[in-house]
């Protein structure tokens, strides 16, 4: 870091990114981050969640974390949450299913059938 502004643009992004994590939105993406998630790839999928939902400019979702639900085998786990509609688990979510799940269903009402875990 060499310049003050360059420290303001960093709490800039760092504010940003806390912000899509913060809870009271209409839309709620819940990743599973419990050891079997985690190593399964639910940080990668966390990640790809918050880059996602800041390129498509979404600014009514709350990106947060659970533990383990005892699926193991469906990790990463994906819950997402629509006020008013009911709750959708998707399984085994990587980076591709992110975009799918962004696209389809945060920002068109869409449920990603095939991704989508009961």
Known sequence: MKSLDELRKIKAEVQKTMQARKAGH???VIIGMGTCGIAAGARDTMKAFIAAIDKASI???AVTVAGCEGFC???PLVS???AGEPMVKYGKVDAAGV???VSAHLQNGNIVSELQFS
């Open 26 to 28: 209409g839309k709620k």
């Open 99 to 101: 975009e799918k799940i």
């Open 59 to 61: 600014e009514d979702v």
């Open 73 to 75: 085998e469906q990790e």
């Open 80 to 82: 997402v949450e629509i």
